[in-house]
T-cell receptor, first 113, second 111 residues
Framework: NAGVTQTPKFQVLKTGQSMTLQCAQDMNHEYMSWYRQDPGMGLRLIHYSVGAGITDQGEVPNGYNVSRSTTEDFPLRLLSAAPSQTSVYFC????????????FGEGSRLTVL | DAKTTQPPSMDCAEGRAANLPCNHSTISGNEYVYWYRQIHSQGPQYIIHGLKNNETNEMASLIITEDRKSSTLILPHATLRDTAVYYCIVRSYNAGNMLTFGGGTRLMVKP
């Protein structure tokens, strides 16, 4: 199993550009989520999904869209990138029950100029 | 979810036990205590979790006080590879996939 795979690992954008961060998991997990981590800080939840076709907002959803058309994939879209979105983005998945552990990807480092 | 308080940093000698404290005085009855760690800039790694009883796995032990207002993560024989930021998280049954990460404790294991 590859676990949670994120692409790209690094990306530089100009203000106003759009892009999609990809996240895929091969563990058949129901729950998937996106976090961002700014320098020296903990992770903050952007969006999450409890199953295919179901998404919800987290702590910092503004400027981001998500969709969950399949169990495996949970892409994060930036429609109009802003310098404030410069961060490291982590995708995570979990089997489903509250006591399940989260499995994180290796992160995608995004810089918006 | 209840908030947690952790010291910002700690040092530990290699081979000794590392005891990382966490206060969660507002924890409610259905909230679990989770510990994750983040090595350098990698994705966080699950360590252990518990509700009331003490827990142990191959990585660590979790000691939760009887009133559940605080807990301690114990790495029994710290190695240099245990140098990381350790996050204590309290999570409710209804939180879904949400984990609220605080600042964590930066553990430095020294030779």
């Amino acid at each position: 199993n590859a676990g949670v795979t994120q692409t790209p690992k690094f990306q530089v954008l100009k203000t106003g550009q759009s892009m999609t961060l990809q996240c895929a998991q091969d563990m058949n997990h129901e729950y998937m989520s996106w976090y961002r981590q700014d320098p020296g800080m903990g992770l903050r939840l952007i969006h999450y999904s409890v199953g295919a076709g179901i998404t919800d907002q987290g702590e910092v959803p503004n400027g981001y869209n998500v969709s969950r058309s399949t169990t495996e994939d949970f892409p994060l879209r930036l429609l109009s990138a802003a310098p404030s979105q410069t961060s490291v983005y982590f995708c995570a998945s979990q089997q489903g029950a509250i006591t399940g552990e989260l499995f994180f990807g290796e992160g995608s480092r995004l810089t918006v100029l | 979810d209840a908030k947690t308080t952790q010291p910002p940093s700690m040092d530990c000698a290699e081979g000794r036990a590392a005891n990382l404290p966490c206060n969660h005085s507002t924890i409610s009855g259905n909230e679990y205590v989770y510990w994750y760690r983040q090595i350098h800039s990698q994705g966080p790694q699950y360590i252990i979790h518990g509700l009331k009883n003490n827990e142990t796995n191959e990585m660590a032990s979790l000691i939760i006080t009887e009133d559940r207002k605080s807990s301690t993560l114990i790495l029994p024989h710290a190695t240099l590879r245990d140098t990381a930021v350790y996050y204590c998280i309290v999570r409710s049954y209804n939180a879904g996939n949400m984990l609220t990460f605080g600042g964590g404790t930066r553990l430095m294991v020294k030779p």
